[in-house]
Protein backbone atom coordinates (compact mmCIF):
# COMPACT_ATOMS: atom_id res chain seq x y z
CA UNK A 1 0.00 0.00 0.00
CA UNK A 2 1.00 3.27 -0.84
CA UNK A 3 2.24 5.66 2.09
CA UNK A 4 -0.01 8.85 2.69
CA UNK A 5 2.91 10.30 4.53
CA UNK A 6 6.81 9.47 4.43
CA UNK A 7 9.42 10.90 6.09
CA UNK A 8 12.97 9.81 4.23
CA UNK A 9 16.39 10.17 5.60
CA UNK A 10 15.18 13.55 7.34
CA UNK A 11 18.06 15.12 9.12
CA UNK A 12 17.58 18.60 10.93
CA UNK A 13 20.02 20.74 13.55
CA UNK A 14 19.20 23.77 15.27
CA UNK A 15 21.90 26.31 15.30
CA UNK A 16 22.16 27.58 19.08
CA UNK A 17 23.88 29.96 20.92
CA UNK A 18 26.66 26.83 22.04
CA UNK A 19 26.73 24.92 19.09
CA UNK A 20 24.81 23.25 16.48
CA UNK A 21 22.39 20.72 18.36
CA UNK A 22 22.01 17.69 16.12
CA UNK A 23 18.74 16.99 16.79
CA UNK A 24 17.52 14.39 14.15
CA UNK A 25 19.46 12.20 12.28
CA UNK A 26 17.95 10.65 9.35
CA UNK A 27 14.74 9.47 10.27
CA UNK A 28 12.65 7.41 8.04
CA UNK A 29 9.22 6.58 8.61
CA UNK A 30 5.59 6.02 6.79
CA UNK A 31 1.81 6.21 7.63
CA UNK A 32 -0.41 4.18 5.08
CA UNK A 33 -4.14 5.75 4.88
CA UNK A 34 -6.85 4.98 7.44
CA UNK A 35 -3.48 3.21 10.04
CA UNK A 36 -2.39 4.71 13.03
CA UNK A 37 1.84 5.20 13.71
CA UNK A 38 2.70 5.90 17.23
CA UNK A 39 6.06 7.73 17.97
CA UNK A 40 7.69 6.85 21.28
CA UNK A 41 10.20 7.56 23.22
CA UNK A 42 11.76 10.06 26.29
CA UNK A 43 11.25 13.61 26.70
CA UNK A 44 14.20 14.96 24.19
CA UNK A 45 14.54 12.18 22.04
CA UNK A 46 12.64 14.26 18.83
CA UNK A 47 9.18 12.90 18.54
CA UNK A 48 7.91 16.57 18.32
CA UNK A 49 10.88 17.90 16.21
CA UNK A 50 9.78 14.88 13.89
CA UNK A 51 6.75 16.19 13.18
CA UNK A 52 6.37 19.60 12.96
CA UNK A 53 7.72 20.30 9.98
CA UNK A 54 5.04 18.54 8.62
CA UNK A 55 2.86 21.55 8.48
CA UNK A 56 5.94 23.61 8.68
CA UNK A 57 6.39 24.70 12.27
CA UNK A 58 9.71 24.83 12.62
CA UNK A 59 10.98 28.29 12.12
CA UNK A 60 14.04 28.49 10.05
CA UNK A 61 16.89 29.40 11.45
CA UNK A 62 17.12 27.95 14.63
CA UNK A 63 15.81 25.23 12.92
CA UNK A 64 18.23 23.57 9.67
CA UNK A 65 17.31 20.81 7.42
CA UNK A 66 20.70 19.04 6.67
CA UNK A 67 18.59 16.33 4.62
CA UNK A 68 14.95 14.39 3.68
CA UNK A 69 11.78 14.49 2.78
CA UNK A 70 8.49 14.97 4.17
CA UNK A 71 6.06 13.24 1.12
CA UNK A 72 2.55 13.92 1.41
CA UNK A 73 0.94 11.29 -1.63
CA UNK A 74 4.30 11.97 -2.95
CA UNK A 75 4.11 16.16 -2.24
CA UNK A 76 7.63 17.30 -0.40
CA UNK A 77 5.94 19.34 2.41
CA UNK A 78 9.66 20.67 3.37
CA UNK A 79 9.72 22.33 -0.10
CA UNK A 80 5.82 23.72 -0.87
CA UNK A 81 5.15 27.71 -0.88
CA UNK A 82 3.05 29.25 1.76
CA UNK A 83 -0.01 29.16 -0.50
CA UNK A 84 0.21 25.61 -0.18
CA UNK A 85 1.16 24.46 3.38
CA UNK A 86 -2.04 26.86 4.23
CA UNK A 87 -4.30 25.10 1.54
CA UNK A 88 -2.82 21.35 3.53
CA UNK A 89 -3.49 22.92 6.92
CA UNK A 90 -6.55 21.46 7.96
CA UNK A 91 -7.77 20.23 5.60
CA UNK A 92 -5.88 17.44 4.30
CA UNK A 93 -3.47 17.32 7.75
CA UNK A 94 -4.41 18.76 11.37
CA UNK A 95 -2.61 18.77 14.34
CA UNK A 96 -3.59 18.56 18.29
CA UNK A 97 -1.07 19.70 20.99
CA UNK A 98 -0.66 18.56 24.48
CA UNK A 99 -1.76 22.01 26.69
CA UNK A 100 -5.28 22.46 24.79
CA UNK A 101 -5.57 25.81 26.30
CA UNK A 102 -2.44 27.43 24.94
CA UNK A 103 -4.16 27.20 21.43
CA UNK A 104 -7.82 28.81 22.31
CA UNK A 105 -7.73 32.08 22.89
CA UNK A 106 -9.20 33.23 26.41
CA UNK A 107 -11.18 36.32 24.99
CA UNK A 108 -13.41 34.62 22.10
CA UNK A 109 -16.34 31.52 22.73
CA UNK A 110 -15.52 28.00 21.50
CA UNK A 111 -17.91 29.52 18.70
CA UNK A 112 -16.13 32.54 17.37
CA UNK A 113 -12.71 30.21 17.14
CA UNK A 114 -14.12 27.09 15.39
CA UNK A 115 -16.21 29.95 13.09
CA UNK A 116 -12.93 31.59 12.01
CA UNK A 117 -10.83 28.32 11.85
CA UNK A 118 -13.65 26.60 9.76
CA UNK A 119 -13.55 30.08 7.27
CA UNK A 120 -10.16 30.45 7.18
CA UNK A 121 -9.64 27.10 5.95
CA UNK A 122 -12.12 27.32 3.03
CA UNK A 123 -9.67 30.06 1.60
CA UNK A 124 -8.62 27.78 -1.25
CA UNK A 125 -12.01 26.55 -2.13
CA UNK A 126 -14.07 28.34 -4.97
CA UNK A 127 -16.32 31.01 -3.38
CA UNK A 128 -19.80 28.97 -4.30
CA UNK A 129 -18.51 25.94 -2.10
CA UNK A 130 -17.27 28.08 0.79
CA UNK A 131 -19.98 28.14 3.87
CA UNK A 132 -21.15 31.45 4.85
CA UNK A 133 -21.39 32.35 8.59
CA UNK A 134 -24.37 30.71 9.74
CA UNK A 135 -22.78 27.17 7.73
CA UNK A 136 -19.77 27.43 9.75
CA UNK A 137 -21.64 27.44 13.27
CA UNK A 138 -24.04 24.72 12.46
CA UNK A 139 -20.82 22.96 10.96
CA UNK A 140 -18.93 23.93 14.35
CA UNK A 141 -21.45 22.42 16.10
CA UNK A 142 -22.13 18.94 14.01
CA UNK A 143 -18.05 18.81 14.89
CA UNK A 144 -18.62 19.48 18.83
CA UNK A 145 -21.56 16.44 18.65
CA UNK A 146 -18.87 14.37 16.91
CA UNK A 147 -16.38 14.74 19.61
CA UNK A 148 -19.42 13.96 21.94
CA UNK A 149 -19.33 17.62 24.04
CA UNK A 150 -22.52 17.26 25.74
CA UNK A 151 -24.97 19.64 24.69
CA UNK A 152 -23.36 21.30 21.85
CA UNK A 153 -25.61 23.71 20.66
CA UNK A 154 -24.94 25.41 24.88
CA UNK A 155 -21.63 24.71 24.64
CA UNK A 156 -20.77 26.68 21.66
CA UNK A 157 -21.34 30.11 23.03
CA UNK A 158 -18.97 29.03 26.47
CA UNK A 159 -15.41 30.61 26.62
CA UNK A 160 -12.38 27.97 27.28
CA UNK A 161 -11.74 28.41 30.46
CA UNK A 162 -15.73 27.94 31.48
CA UNK A 163 -14.55 24.65 29.76
CA UNK A 164 -13.04 21.12 31.79
CA UNK A 165 -9.46 20.56 30.48
CA UNK A 166 -10.86 17.40 28.68
CA UNK A 167 -13.65 19.44 27.29
CA UNK A 168 -10.95 21.48 25.93
CA UNK A 169 -8.78 18.65 24.42
CA UNK A 170 -12.37 17.98 22.56
CA UNK A 171 -12.96 21.06 21.31
CA UNK A 172 -9.57 21.27 19.51
CA UNK A 173 -9.85 17.86 18.47
CA UNK A 174 -13.54 19.40 16.86
CA UNK A 175 -11.28 22.17 15.33
CA UNK A 176 -8.80 20.24 13.95
CA UNK A 177 -11.15 17.95 12.17
CA UNK A 178 -13.77 20.53 11.04
CA UNK A 179 -11.48 20.56 7.27
CA UNK A 180 -11.95 16.83 7.25
CA UNK A 181 -8.34 16.23 7.41
CA UNK A 182 -7.09 12.89 6.40
CA UNK A 183 -4.11 12.70 8.48
CA UNK A 184 -4.15 14.18 12.39
CA UNK A 185 -0.72 14.47 14.20
CA UNK A 186 -1.42 14.10 18.31
CA UNK A 187 1.35 15.63 19.98
CA UNK A 188 1.22 14.64 23.51
CA UNK A 189 -2.73 15.13 23.42
CA UNK A 190 -3.54 13.48 26.91
CA UNK A 191 -0.53 14.44 28.73
CA UNK A 192 -1.82 17.30 30.48
CA UNK A 193 -5.07 15.39 31.94
CA UNK A 194 -6.20 13.18 34.61
CA UNK A 195 -5.88 9.57 33.84
CA UNK A 196 -9.75 9.02 33.42
CA UNK A 197 -10.03 11.63 30.81
CA UNK A 198 -7.33 10.28 28.82
CA UNK A 199 -8.77 7.43 28.46
CA UNK A 200 -11.70 9.29 27.16
CA UNK A 201 -9.78 11.11 24.39
CA UNK A 202 -7.86 8.19 23.53
CA UNK A 203 -11.25 6.66 22.87
CA UNK A 204 -12.70 9.32 20.56
CA UNK A 205 -9.33 9.14 18.67
CA UNK A 206 -9.58 5.51 18.23
CA UNK A 207 -13.52 5.96 17.45
CA UNK A 208 -12.17 8.86 14.85
CA UNK A 209 -9.99 6.67 13.19
CA UNK A 210 -12.82 4.04 12.72
CA UNK A 211 -15.33 6.36 12.12
CA UNK A 212 -13.77 8.36 9.65
CA UNK A 213 -10.71 6.70 7.95
CA UNK A 214 -8.55 9.08 9.94
CA UNK A 215 -4.54 8.66 9.53
CA UNK A 216 -3.27 9.48 13.03
CA UNK A 217 0.40 10.04 14.37
CA UNK A 218 0.62 9.70 17.80
CA UNK A 219 3.02 10.96 19.79
CA UNK A 220 3.64 10.17 22.86
CA UNK A 221 5.31 9.00 26.11
CA UNK A 222 3.30 6.37 27.20
CA UNK A 223 3.21 2.64 26.04
CA UNK A 224 0.27 1.93 26.86
CA UNK A 225 -1.45 4.24 24.58
CA UNK A 226 0.11 3.25 21.69
CA UNK A 227 -0.74 -0.51 22.31
CA UNK A 228 -4.18 0.92 22.63
CA UNK A 229 -4.67 2.79 19.59
CA UNK A 230 -2.10 2.15 17.19
CA UNK A 231 -1.25 -0.02 14.45
CA UNK A 232 2.36 0.40 13.88
CA UNK A 233 4.96 1.90 16.20
CA UNK A 234 8.59 3.37 15.82
CA UNK A 235 10.56 4.12 19.32
CA UNK A 236 13.11 6.42 18.83
CA UNK A 237 16.51 7.58 20.79
CA UNK A 238 18.56 10.58 20.32
CA UNK A 239 16.88 12.10 17.21
CA UNK A 240 16.99 8.15 15.70
CA UNK A 241 14.33 5.96 15.06
CA UNK A 242 15.88 2.60 16.89
CA UNK A 243 12.90 0.36 16.11
CA UNK A 244 10.15 0.61 13.81
CA UNK A 245 7.50 -2.30 13.27
CA UNK A 246 3.92 -3.44 13.82
CA UNK A 247 2.43 -2.67 17.48
CA UNK A 248 1.94 -6.25 17.78
CA UNK A 249 5.46 -7.12 16.80
CA UNK A 250 7.25 -4.86 19.00
CA UNK A 251 5.74 -5.00 22.16
CA UNK A 252 5.59 -8.90 22.06
CA UNK A 253 9.30 -9.31 20.70
CA UNK A 254 11.52 -6.11 21.14
CA UNK A 255 14.80 -6.04 19.03
CA UNK A 256 16.07 -3.03 20.31
CA UNK A 257 17.56 -3.06 23.98
CA UNK A 258 16.23 0.52 24.37
CA UNK A 259 12.77 -1.20 23.35
CA UNK A 260 13.13 -3.89 25.37
CA UNK A 261 14.57 -0.96 28.47
CA UNK A 262 11.17 0.86 27.75
CA UNK A 263 8.80 -1.99 28.32
CA UNK A 264 10.67 -3.04 30.87
CA UNK A 265 9.34 0.21 32.50
CA UNK A 266 5.49 0.57 31.85
CA UNK A 267 3.95 -0.38 35.26
CA UNK A 268 2.75 -3.46 36.35
CA UNK A 269 -0.23 -4.24 38.89
CA UNK A 270 1.29 -5.42 42.48
CA UNK A 271 4.78 -3.99 41.24
CA UNK A 272 6.43 -0.34 41.40
CA UNK A 273 7.35 0.78 38.90
CA UNK A 274 10.79 1.53 37.59
CA UNK A 275 12.30 4.70 36.53
CA UNK A 276 11.01 6.20 33.79
CA UNK A 277 12.72 4.60 30.85
CA UNK A 278 13.52 1.52 33.09
CA UNK A 279 17.32 2.30 31.89
CA UNK A 280 19.67 4.21 34.18
CA UNK A 281 21.53 7.17 32.44
CA UNK A 282 20.81 9.90 30.14
CA UNK A 283 19.67 10.89 26.53
CA UNK A 284 23.52 11.87 25.44
CA UNK A 285 24.17 15.23 24.47
CA UNK A 286 23.32 16.13 20.21
CA UNK A 287 25.75 18.81 20.52
CA UNK A 288 28.66 16.35 20.29
CA UNK A 289 26.57 13.32 19.35
CA UNK A 290 28.04 10.20 20.08
CA UNK A 291 30.70 8.83 17.65
CA UNK A 292 29.00 5.39 17.83
CA UNK A 293 25.83 3.58 18.94
CA UNK A 294 23.91 7.03 20.30
CA UNK A 295 22.34 4.33 23.42
CA UNK A 296 26.53 2.96 23.55
CA UNK A 297 26.60 4.76 27.33
CA UNK A 298 23.32 2.72 28.52
CA UNK A 299 23.32 -0.09 26.25
CA UNK A 300 23.77 -3.55 28.58
CA UNK A 301 24.27 -5.35 25.79
CA UNK A 302 27.09 -2.60 24.05
CA UNK A 303 29.18 -4.50 21.92
CA UNK A 304 33.24 -3.15 21.73
CA UNK A 305 32.38 -1.91 18.03
CA UNK A 306 29.31 -0.03 19.22
CA UNK A 307 31.34 2.52 20.61
CA UNK A 308 32.78 3.94 17.56
CA UNK A 309 30.63 2.62 14.88
CA UNK A 310 27.35 4.05 14.37
CA UNK A 311 24.44 1.12 13.47
CA UNK A 312 22.71 0.80 10.08
CA UNK A 313 19.19 -0.06 9.92
CA UNK A 314 18.77 -3.25 9.93
CA UNK A 315 15.85 -5.63 8.86
CA UNK A 316 15.52 -8.69 11.24
CA UNK A 317 12.33 -9.77 9.62
CA UNK A 318 9.69 -8.11 7.12
CA UNK A 319 8.16 -5.00 8.10
CA UNK A 320 10.60 -4.78 11.35
CA UNK A 321 13.09 -2.68 11.50
CA UNK A 322 15.99 -1.72 14.43
CA UNK A 323 18.86 0.18 14.37
CA UNK A 324 21.55 -1.66 16.07
CA UNK A 325 24.90 -3.91 15.84
CA UNK A 326 23.13 -7.13 17.23
CA UNK A 327 20.89 -7.44 14.20
CA UNK A 328 23.54 -6.13 11.28
CA UNK A 329 25.60 -9.15 12.80
CA UNK A 330 23.08 -11.87 12.68
CA UNK A 331 22.79 -11.27 8.91
CA UNK A 332 26.83 -11.19 8.65
CA UNK A 333 26.90 -8.32 6.52
CA UNK A 334 28.23 -5.91 9.70
FE1 LIG B 1 23.46 -1.57 22.16
FE2 LIG B 1 25.31 -1.76 20.30
FE3 LIG B 1 22.77 -2.16 19.66
FE4 LIG B 1 23.67 0.27 20.27
S1 LIG B 1 24.26 -0.96 18.51
S2 LIG B 1 21.80 -0.66 20.98
S3 LIG B 1 25.14 -0.17 21.87
S4 LIG B 1 24.00 -3.40 21.02
MG1 LIG C 1 7.42 16.84 22.72
Request: glycine share 8%; net charge neutral; with cysteine.
Amino acid sequence: EKPLLEIRDYRLNFNTFDGVYHALDGVNLSVVAGQSLGIVGETGCGKSVTVRNVLGLLPSPPADVISGEILYRGKDLLRVDQKEMQRIRGSEIAMIFQDPMTYLNPVFSIGTQMVDAIMAQQKSLPREQRKNKREARQHAIAMLEKVHLPNPEKQIDRYPHELSGGMRQRVLIAMALSGAPKLLIADEPTTALDVTIQAQILDLIAELVEDMGLSVILITHDLGVVAKICDRVAVMYAGQVVEYGSVDDVFTRPRHPYTEGLLRSIPHPGRPPESLSGIPGFLPNLLSPPKGCRFFERCPKALEKCRETPPRISRPEKGAEALCHLYSEERGDA
